[in-house]
Every structure is written in structure tokens, then in C-alpha cells.
């Protein structure tokens, strides 16, 4: 079944720590999405890609980085966790539809 | 640039009632409208969309939204709400065009409670 998945669901980590947060999608999309959602608020778009090797940074400005080699995955990573960093993390994808397909989202919190 | 505001952060109804969750977008130039829902931890699905043609799309669930671009309206209903129906709503716009697909901004949220 064509879906999108994210790992881990949940995460708590220690300030400083280095994290990724991974995304796979099988429904073969070339564009993919990283939104934060913070508890009780609008979610905001904080990385994209059109397709291999290409990233762009979204709306909300985000300490977090992406890549994308393959065009199935698309992880997200922080060099360096920090308390303000807990939120909810969401991954979505696109083909030739408006709309975006999201994964279930990783809850991080940094402790 | 875009924008979207869900009116009333918080909707309450009974079992049977109908169902209105408001949202009001603004855009400067035709927009792509949604509406996703969310269960407690759980991602967003996609409950409906706007894209072109008839202004009254139906969904899944029952749900249905009307697109009035003088009022920059897109409000979801339903005629009869379930217990099911218990989540968050989100109402979210894009911009027409293949490049926009899917870089939606998003409104803050209506929970909507489900009396019995």
C-alpha cells in the first residue's frame, strides 16, 4: 500500500544531542515537505524539495536541515537539539494533486 | 502572500447536529482550498479540497465545504455530526499551479467536541 512514514514517532533526546528524523514515501512523489506544528498552533512549512538534490527553505525559519538523495526519503536532521526545538514534526508529500499526503509526525521534546 | 483564519478555535456540538467550522482565507490570486483533520496524534487527512470548477466540493465522512470567493469563504459542514467526528480541523491554502502543490498555509486549528 502506497503511503508516507516517519520514524520515530516519538523522541525525547538530551540538549545537545544530534537527531534525524526520517521520512519515506512508496507513493513515487517528487515533491516533499517538513512541517512544525507546535502544541495548540497552525502548522508552518520549514523545508521542501522538488526532487533529488533539491531543497528549499519554507516559510518559518528552522535550525534544522534537509536532504534529499534518494527520491523516496527525505530525513531531517538537527546538529544540536535544544529545548526550544520541541515540537511536532510532520512530513508530507506531492505528485500531480494539490494536495499533500502527511505521515503520522514525530512528537520531539528535548530535555 | 497568503493567509487563513479559522474562526473560533473551539466548536462544540450534539450528536445529530449540524456541523459548521468557519474559514476565511485571503490570497492575491486564485487559491487551492483544504480542509484536513487530525486525530490526536495522528498526521492530517485530507478531508476535502478546492482546486477549480463546481464552488461546492463533498468529501469524505459526510463533510462538505462551498468556495465563496466574495466572501473569501470556504466553510465545512456537515448536516449530522457523530461521535467519529470529534477531532481538529484545519483549514489550509495554497496557491494555484504545479510549484505550489502542496506549500500550504495553514489556519490555527478548530477542535471540534461531540456531545451524546
Known amino acids: 500500500e502506497a503511503d508516507i512514514y516517519q520514524t520515530p514517532r516519538y523522541l525525547v533526546i538530551g540538549t545537545g544531542k544530534k537527531i534525524t528524523l526520517e521520512c519515506s514515501q512508496t507513493?513515487?512523489?517528487?515533491?516533499m515537505y517538513w512541517y512544525q506544528q507546535d502544541p495548540g498552533m497552525e502548522l508552518h512549512l520549514i523545508h521542501y524539495s522538488y526532487g533529488v538534490n533539491s531543497t528549499e527553505k519554507g516559510d518559518l525559519s528552522s535550525e534544522s536541515t534537509v536532504s534529499r538523495i534518494r527520491t523516496e526519503h527525505f530525513p531531517l536532521t538537527l546538529e544540536s537539539a535544544r529545548p526550544s526545538h520541541t515540537s511536532q514534526y510532520l512530513c508530507?508529500?506531492?505528485?500531480?494533486?494539490?494536495?499533500?499526503?502527511f505521515g503520522q509526525g514525530t512528537r520531539l521534546t528535548v530535555v | 502572500a497568503q493567509s487563513v483564519t479559522q474562526l473560533g478555535s473551539h466548536v462544540s456540538v450534539s450528536e445529530g447536529a449540524l456541523v459548521l467550522l468557519r474559514c476565511n482565507y485571503s490570497s492575491s490570486v486564485p487559491p487551492y482550498l483544504f480542509w484536513y483533520v487530525q486525530y490526536p496524534n495522528q498526521g492530517l487527512q485530507l478531508l476535502l479540497k478546492?482546486?477549480?470548477?463546481?464552488?461546492l466540493v463533498k468529501g469524505i465522512n459526510g463533510f462538505e465545504a462551498e468556495f465563496k470567493k466574495s466572501e473569501t469563504s470556504f466553510h465545512l459542514t456537515k448536516p449530522s455530526a457523530h461521535m467519529s467526528d470529534a477531532a481538529e480541523y484545519f483549514c489550509?491554502?495554497?496557491?494555484?499551479?504545479?510549484?505550489?502543490?502542496?506549500?500550504?498555509?495553514f489556519g490555527q486549528g478548530t477542535i471540534l467536541t461531540v456531545h451524546p
Open positions: 478546492y482546486t477549480t470548477g463546481a464552488t
Open positions: 489550509a491554502v495554497s496557491r494555484a499551479g504545479g510549484t505550489s502543490y502542496g506549500k500550504l498555509t
Open positions: 507513493m513515487g512523489h517528487d515533491k
Open positions: 508530507a508529500s506531492s505528485g500531480g494533486h494539490a494536495e499533500a499526503f
